[in-house]
């Protein structure tokens, strides 16, 4: 089975093998690495202990593991995320890859929260980085800014409102 | 034996929501005092309404209209007919109205009196009323900031960098660092506008910023009558956007010779003013010169407590119980301190992201038990996470012969907890007590902060074994996917709510 990571700006597949119960594993690396390594569940679904050229290493998946997102787990004590895609997402993504939106940005809110202040109008021209809103999430009050440069086009909330994580707060016209 | 005369409080209403309500009912239940629990819309079905003996709800979800309306407050505990009200932290423990409309309605307040809670929350008379009990304080502006003018001409003498607060803030909001001229402005608009919202007083002032320097804090307990117990110091140095995140008791870095200079100070201090039940004395602490500053006193419980409560084998609730009722203490007794304690926040905060807060369901929980380890927490299977209230979700604390000891066991416990469905500061908790510098005891209050700068800044570069782990990792993440995705007849919420959200695995 092909698996595909992928960090910064590097892609690295590994050819890997188990048995069906995911014991007993053969990963090969693209210059020809081989490597064997035994892998046991401590807790099921959470904790594994991986056994390879006679070190002993804990795996703390964690939570947030959604399909679709980085795997983030714990090697011994550090935290990881990496990019991993197994066979079935790496087709899911030719499947969806199709061209994106061009010409505008929509900008989602990043946290659930209450817009406090807009600090932009439409038609003004803003420059990526500069604050356009702020937003108050667990009585902390957020400056959100400016993805990208460009023009105001709308603004989809007003001051007051709730808006939850992913909630379009307005769009962008990009520079050409 | 003796004659036990009628407690004068038979049944406390908490004021309060998550984890500190459920502390609190814990140390009425203790004293067989009766308990009564408020809650929000949001928060109906919150664990803490199912932990006193009744629940009155008081309002919608926004504290302004629940946690912060005096009215209800009030009106629940006397239609109830509890007899005390005990603020928590936050919301309005440290509210001198509140404490006084409370007085007025014939209650008791648990806590100090509306007088002490004033003149320590308004940090200008605060700092001049230390100073005068020969308490060191911290150069800064005498008088809250109204106008540009006053602003700059008062940074100017301050100099750089330096601090805005809130005069009526607490808990670490309300507060910026200011570290160039050009900021200043805008950084004194923004605090004023988030000091009128959180705690209904825009007055802002301004003091030096003395860096490196480390948090220490002194609790003591006052009976008002000017005797007062010294509980040792908590170190909370390690801070983000200066939230504490990890607490210790002792500090790596007090002295006895220190801590004995910590212990005159804060007797002194709250002996002037007569303080009257659980109360903090916040110092900066300069290591270079030993040299330790006033920063303000918290007229409350804090969160941190536990810490003090494992080192001395004291329940600050039920001294803030007994003081209520009218408990006498000796002044200054000698209390004996044992091993070392440490507390991590857990917080519904996304360690990955720059800790944006993370909402949504407890999908699953597994709370280890273990010796000499303690989980403060409002948590159970199903809660869901709202955007309302704080971020902090529970807290972990440990005990431990010395210092060592302590940071194993919190590194075993944090790396038992699960908490599945959303993001939380677990795995920094776990990672920190993994740290060469924190477990030498080398920090300071920005210290956390720039090692996660840095962190965020390092070029991911993984190795052979940790690209294993990932496939590894991604394997077992996706077994779990298969065995929890098939539609079971009638398999009930989890696999439902996994289902619907493409969760590999509830746990997570």
Known sequence: MKYQIEWDDQVREIDAQCDPLGREWKLRFPDGELIEARVETLEEGAVLRLITGGESKTITLLPGNRAGTPVRFLLDHTPMELEVLDPIDLITREVRSGPGASGHHRVQSIMPGIVRKILASPGDEIEAGSPILILEAMKMENEIAAPVSGTVAQIMVSEGDAVAAGAMLLVIDLKD | ?508
């Not at chain 2, 009155?56 to 302004?64: F, L, M, S, T």
């Not at chain 2, 505990?77 to 509210?95: K, M, V, W």
């Not at chain 2, 983000?240 to 500090?251: A, G």
């Not at chain 2, 989890?494 to 969760?503: E, L, Q, V, Y």
């Open chain 2, 1 to 508: 034996m003796s004659k036990k005369s009628r407690p004068r409080i038979r049944r406390v209403l908490v004021a309060n929501r998550g984890e500190i309500a459920i502390r609190i009912f814990q140390g009425c239940r203790e004293r067989g005092i009766e308990t009564v629990a408020v809650y929000s819309e949001a928060d109906a079905s919150a664990p803490h309404r199912y932990a006193a003996d009744e629940a009155v709800r008081i309002g919608p979800a926004p504290p302004a209209e629940s946690y912060l309306r005096f009215d209800k407050l009030i009106e629940a505990a006397q239609r109830t007919e509890a007899d005390a009200i005990h603020p928590g932290y936050g919301f309005l423990s440290e509210n001198a109205n509140f404490a006084r409309a409370v007085e007025e309605a014939g209650l008791i307040f648990i806590g100090p009196t509306p007088d002490q809670i004033e003149s320590m929350g308004d940090k200008v008379r605060a700092r001049a009323l230390m100073e005068a009990a020969s308490v060191p304080v911290i150069p800064g502006t005498e008088d809250p900031i109204e106008d540009q003018e006053t602003l700059q001409k008062e940074a100017k003498r301050i100099g750089y960098p330096l601090l805005i607060k809130a005069a009526g803030g607490g808990g670490g909001k309300g507060i910026r660092l200011v570290e160039q001229k050009q900021d200043l402005v805008s950084a004194w608009e923004r605090t004023q506008s988030e000091a009128q919202a959180a705690f209904s007083d825009g007055r802002v002032y301004i003091e030096r910023f003395v860096s490196p320097s480390r948090h220490i804090e002194a609790q003591i307990v006052g009976d008002g009558s000017g005797s007062i117990w010294f509980l040792g110091e908590r170190e909370c140095s390690l801070q983000r956007n200066h939230q504490k995140v990890l607490e210790e008791s002792p500090s790596a870095v007090i002295s006895d010779e220190v801590r004995s200079r910590i212990r005159a100070a804060a007797i002194s201090g709250a002996s002037s003013i007569n303080y009257r039940g659980a109360g903090t004395m916040e110092f900066l602490y300069d290591e270079s010169t030993e040299d330790f500053y006033f920063l303000e006193m918290n007229t409350r419980l804090q969160v941190e407590h536990p810490v003090t409560e494992m080192v001395s084998g004291i329940d600050l609730v039920g001294m803030q119980l007994d003081i209520a009722a009218g408990r006498k203490l000796e002044h200054d007794p000698e209390i004996p301190l044992r091993g070392w304690s440490i507390e991590f926040r857990i917080c519904a905060e996304d360690p990955y992201r720059n800790f944006i807060p993370s909402t949504g369901q407890i999908r699953a929980l597994r709370i280890p038990h273990a010796p000499f380890c303690r989980i403060d927490g409002s948590l159970r299977e199903g809660l869901e996470i709202t955007p309302y209230y704080d971020p902090m979700l529970a807290k972990a604390i440990v005990w431990g012969e010395n210092r060592n000891q302590a940071i194993e066991r919190l590194s075993a416990l944090l790396s038992r907890l699960r908490i599945g469905g959303i993001h939380t500061t677990v795995p920094l908790g776990i990672e920190l007590c993994n740290q060469d510098w924190f477990i030498a005891g080398q920090f300071n209050t920005s210290t956390l902060e720039s090692w996660l700068r840095q962190r965020a800044e390092e070029k991911l570069d993984p190795d052979t074994l940790q690209l294993v782990s990932a496939v590894i990792a991604r394997h077992a993440l996706g077994t779990a996917r298969k065995q929890s995705s098939p539609a079971v007849p009638g398999g009930g919420a989890w696999g439902k709510a996994a289902r619907i959200d493409g969760i590999r695995n509830p746990l997570l």
